[in-house]
């Protein structure tokens, strides 16, 4: 098969050998792939700079020999730009790596990754604008897992049909809505307040430009933290090393007042 090229984010670098690098690529067209990188380790080799995690770079592969073999090889690298700017705080770089392992976890090797790449761009931009990295969690967390498939009930209770109301429950397995009245009648705990339930919304509904668009109180924002992460690892099957580093943080207190963007 002939070299093509392919632009992509560098998710993982795996050292190899003394100068070898194993990259993990995310690409709209092809999904998550793995590449080999020969001395791209090395400062004065040509792939250096472009093979880097965070990076966003331009890419020619060479496919293996045969078609079981998945493992392309990085001919060429171009530098385009990188995510690098998240160093100004643990909290912001702990963020990244979550987003990026969550990332790999749920994307399918070979399989066109188009919205999920740009979602995961977007909150990496946010991040090194220095967006509140609660809020930029929670937005990924929620729109991630819809654009994987798991898009929650928002509509209405699931019930008796009611829209509006102080405090709902959303069901983290199911993902269906129950006012607080159901909710009662099913023994359920309310975990969303009327600003979170709107955050919920907007964040699941609005359009990718519009994504970071809402306001949310200090209050709603605690109920909303919550609730995206509980449930995007209910969608999950395995664990997140990331997510044990991320609150192992003094700075990741819940009670942290959010910044809005």
């Not at 098969?1 to 690098?21: A, N, P």
């Not at 792939?33 to 990076?55: D, E, V």
């Not at 090194?128 to 809020?135: A, G, M, N, S, V």
């Not at 339930?197 to 709603?220: H, P, Q």
Request: charged share 25%.
């Amino acid at each position: 098969m002939d070299d093509f090229v392919i632009m992509g984010l560098v998710m993982q670098e795996i050292e190899y050998g003394e100068s070898d690098r194993i990259l993990k690529i995310l690409t709209a067209e092809k999904g998550l792939i793995t590449a080999f990188a020969k001395h791209s380790m090395r400062l004065t080799n040509h792939l250096f700079a472009a093979c880097g995690q965070l990076c966003y770079s331009e890419f020619v592969l060479r496919p293996g020999r045969n078609t079981e073999d998945k493992m392309y090889t990085v001919v060429e690298a171009g530098y385009e730009t990188d995510f690098r700017d998240i160093s100004y705080s643990l909290e912001a770089q702990g963020v990244a790596m979550y987003m990026l392992e969550f990332t790999m976890a749920l994307s399918l090797v070979e399989q066109p990754a188009e919205k999920e790449l740009k979602l995961l761009m977007n909150c990496l931009y946010k991040l090194c604008k220095k967006t509140d990295p609660k809020i930029v969690k929670a937005v990924f967390e929620l729109r991630m897992t819809c654009e994987c498939g798991f898009m929650p009930q928002l509509l209405a209770c699931r019930e008796c049909g009611a829209y509006d109301g102080e405090r709902f429950c959303l069901d983290i397995e199911d993902g269906c809505l129950l006012c607080a009245d159901c909710a009662a009648r099913e023994n359920r705990t309310c975990n969303l307040d009327r600003g979170a339930l709107f955050a919920v919304r907007y964040i699941c509904l609005s359009e990718d430009k519009k994504l970071f668009g809402f306001r949310v109180s200090d209050e709603s924002a605690q109920l909303l933290f919550a609730v995206a992460e509980q449930y995007a690892l209910a969608h999950m099957d395995k664990q997140l090393n990331s997510l044990q580093f991320l609150r192992s943080l003094s700075a990741w207190d819940p009670d942290q007042q959010p910044k809005k963007d």
